[in-house]
């Protein structure tokens, strides 16, 4: 029973509710009517907190209060107005959603840097890698030609998706396209996607992994201790000439 409230608990935090907030009202799920008392003791909540957590309760629609003899006792509701709980945070986030759409062209103007000049963002380790990638997806999605463009190394190749590995199918999907220029063995193409190879130089082993897509190019590569990081750089001009670089090497691989 201890392992399962652990688990409700938790799903209950999920939802807003603290830890403290969580465990009062499962415990009065057990007690049924009772008072402040009878509550912090069996949570070892003290009283004050007690009742603070129970006016929380309260407004999330959890807790029923009445009072008898001047004293005032509380009640859990039943845990299906959970359901009631979860329908106003969907609520509440479609609003959210519709205010952020309304108010995005807004934010992406003040974002602009001024006088032209590029934004360069820096992104460290695999969740700093993960970023990169759901701005590939993203970026390219609202493009007209939905296609982006890569230089792939092989010794960067097991690093880039081990925190993303459902970003090839999340590509297929939205019907991404991409061209790769792979630097050594291995990488066999999936669907929607064109590979190309060129031989590993002699004497030196490329380590990173190029993507030009839009108006941006992300350069990825490896620390000594095996640490991936990322530069990605937002600049029109830049990104068209890396894409005119790209396909003039694309025609020249057979």
């Known amino acids: 029973m201890e392992i399962d409230n652990i688990k409700i608990e938790g799903l209950l935090t999920q939802l807003g509710l603290s830890d403290q907030a969580a465990a ?18 069996s949570t070892g909540i003290n009283r004050g907190t ?4 129970i006016k929380k309760l309260i407004n999330f629609g959890l807790v029923s209060t009445r009072h008898k003899a001047k004293r005032e006792y509380f009640t859990a509701e039943s845990p299906e107005k959970i359901y009631e709980l979860i329908r106003d945070k969907r609520r509440d986030l479609v609003r959210i959603m519709g205010q952020l759409q309304e108010a995005m062209p ?21 969740e700093g890698i993960v970023v990169i990638l759901k701005d590939v997806l993203q970026t390219c999605a609202k493009l007209n030609n939905r296609e982006y463009y890569v230089y792939s190394s092989k010794p960067l190749r097991q690093y880039l998706y081990r925190k993303f590995p459902q970003f090839t199918s999340r590509r ?4 991404i396209a991409v ?6 063995d291995g990488g066999d193409p999936a669907a929607v996607s064109e590979r190309k190879w060129l031989p590993e130089p002699a004497g030196s082993e490329p380590s990173s992994y190029t993507i030009i897509y839009g108006d941006k190019i992300a350069v990825i590569s490896i620390a000594s201790d095996y640490t991936p990081y990322g530069i990605v750089i937002e600049d029109k001009g830049a990104a068209s000439m890396q894409h005119l670089l790209f396909e003039h090497m ?3 691989i057979k």
């Open 250 to 252: 694309w025609r020249l």
């Open 179 to 184: 061209k790769v220029i792979a630097i050594g």
């Open 24 to 41: 009062t009202y499962l415990a009065l799920l057990e007690l049924e009517t009772v008072s402040i008392r009878k509550v912090a003791s």
């Open 106 to 126: 807004a934010l992406l103007a003040k974002s602009t840097t001024s006088l032209g000049r590029p934004k360069v963002k820096y992104y460290e380790d695999d």
């Open 172 to 175: 297929i999907a939205e019907a």
């Open 50 to 53: 007690t009742y603070d957590v």
